[in-house]
């Protein structure tokens, strides 16, 4: 067996009424708390209910900042770093999709350095936070339980991830939250949740345990496969998308995420393609850069009951839509793009990818 680390701090709560339930943890962190959420989906689904509650009970005020939006850019964290400056919070509690979680750690570092200037955010892995709280209402990013925030900079045409480690302090996650989620944004998310099993698995970070975590988390979705295609969800599939999604957090905060993550970046920038469908676009052709005979593509296949990773591509038609067309002129720029930042082409275990590679996959996949 090779050596290896774990580490995952958070402490995390599962199941319904989570929050009510556990209402108490929140009183560590201090007095008075922003909520970071997205527009709408936190009032609809029940979340920023709870959590206004579960503050009061426990004696802390709160400020609201609902203008996340998807994929959140360095304009917005700014703007909700300044009013928590302002409000003297002690903590920022994050509710929502990927983009809400990941502004709220963004956040949590412009709080606690007022005065510093933004990009803090990209070069100063050491900076101050704030404890985080994290409450996913999507079943796909694992925010809840990563050191990760993804934020989108415009000046770069791309999205980059903040220096700090931020991992939450705490995370609720309540299945309940996902009852009102569409059958687009529960598809698409559900597919960034089996990417980031899949990258996991596949990663030259892959250890013992995080590789044997990745089939738990894939044998959970393999059991959604069925509700995902014919986009009707009971409770049971909410919860077992919740789970995969937890553990595909857990693994890629040991290993990192790998090409279909690098290369969708630049199909959400420049399309608007949505994250985990933009990694499902392109997964048979990350998986066909492995040698045919690989027994870890093998086992990631078999996790999923699928025999090629033909029918990994089948699958994944099945389960999003994907509309947009593409030029020769588009991959080739992305291909530039993607060869700009190599940190995720190295995490391909078995050669080192060049652009010819990188443009198959692109080609592959969308042409
Ligand atoms: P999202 O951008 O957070 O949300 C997508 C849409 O779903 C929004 O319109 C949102 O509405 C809505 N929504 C969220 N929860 C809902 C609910 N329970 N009911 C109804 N609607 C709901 O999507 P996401 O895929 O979860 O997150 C994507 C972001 O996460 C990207 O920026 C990506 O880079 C990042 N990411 C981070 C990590 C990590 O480890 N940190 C990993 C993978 C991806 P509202 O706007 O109204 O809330
Ligand atoms: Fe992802």
Redesign the pocket.
């Known amino acids: 067996m090779k050596n290896f680390g774990y580490y995952m701090p958070v402490r995390t709560f599962y199941g319904t009424d989570c929050v009510k339930a556990h209402q108490d943890v929140l009183a560590q962190f201090g007095k008075k708390a922003l909520i970071v ?6 009032k ?2 029940g979340a920023q209910a709870d959590i206004t509650s579960a503050l009061e009970a426990v004696g802390c005020s709160w400020v609201l900042f609902d203008q ?5 850019d360095l304009e917005t964290v700014v703007a909700a770093g300044k009013l928590a400056q302002e409000e003297q919070v002690d903590f920022v509690i994050g509710i ?7 502004a709220a750690k963004a956040i949590s570092v412009l709080a606690a350095n007022p005065g510093a200037p933004s990009d803090i955010l990209f070069n100063d892995p050491k900076a101050k936070t704030l404890p985080v709280v994290e409450i996913p ?2 079943a ?4 809840e339980v ?1 050191q ?3 934020i989108t900079l415009h000046e770069k045409r791309t ?1 980059n991830g903040i220096v700090q480690p931020l991992f939450a302090s705490v995370s609720f996650l309540d299945p309940k ?2 009852d ?3 059958e687009k ?1 529960t598809n ?2 559900a597919v ?1 949740a089996m990417s ?1 099993l899949v990258e996991s698995y596949l990663n030259t970070a892959a250890s013992q345990l995080s590789k044997e975590m990745a089939k738990i988390g894939l044998s959970y979705w393999k059991e959604c496969i069925p509700a995902l295609k014919a986009r009707t969800y009971t409770a049971e599939t909410r919860e077992k998308l919740m789970m995969a999604s937890a553990i595909g ?1 857990m693994v ?1 905060a040991q290993t990192s995420t790998s090409i279909p993550h690098g290369l969708g970046y630049f199909l959400t920038y420049e399309k608007g393609i ?3 469908r933009a990694n499902g676009m392109l997964m048979q052709a990350y998986l066909e850069l492995f040698d045919k005979e690989d027994e870890n593509v093998k086992a990631v296949l078999d996790c999923l009951g699928l025999a090629s990773t033909e029918e990994m591509g089948q699958l994944m038609k099945d389960v999003l839509d994907c509309p947009e067309t593409f030029t020769a002129e588009d991959l080739a720029y992305y291909t530039k793009r993607a060869l700009e930042t190599p940190q995720k082409l190295l995490t391909f275990p078995c050669y080192k990818l060049d652009e010819k590679d990188v443009l198959s996959v692109y080609e592959k996949s969308l042409l």
């Open positions: 959420t997205g527009r709408h989906s936190a609809a689904n996340v939006g998807e994929n959140p929502g999709g990927g983009s809400p979680m990941d209402t999507t796909g990013t694992g925010s990563t990760y925030a993804i999205k939250y996902m009102v989620l569409s944004v698409n998310t960034d980031h957090g890629i949505p994250h985990g």
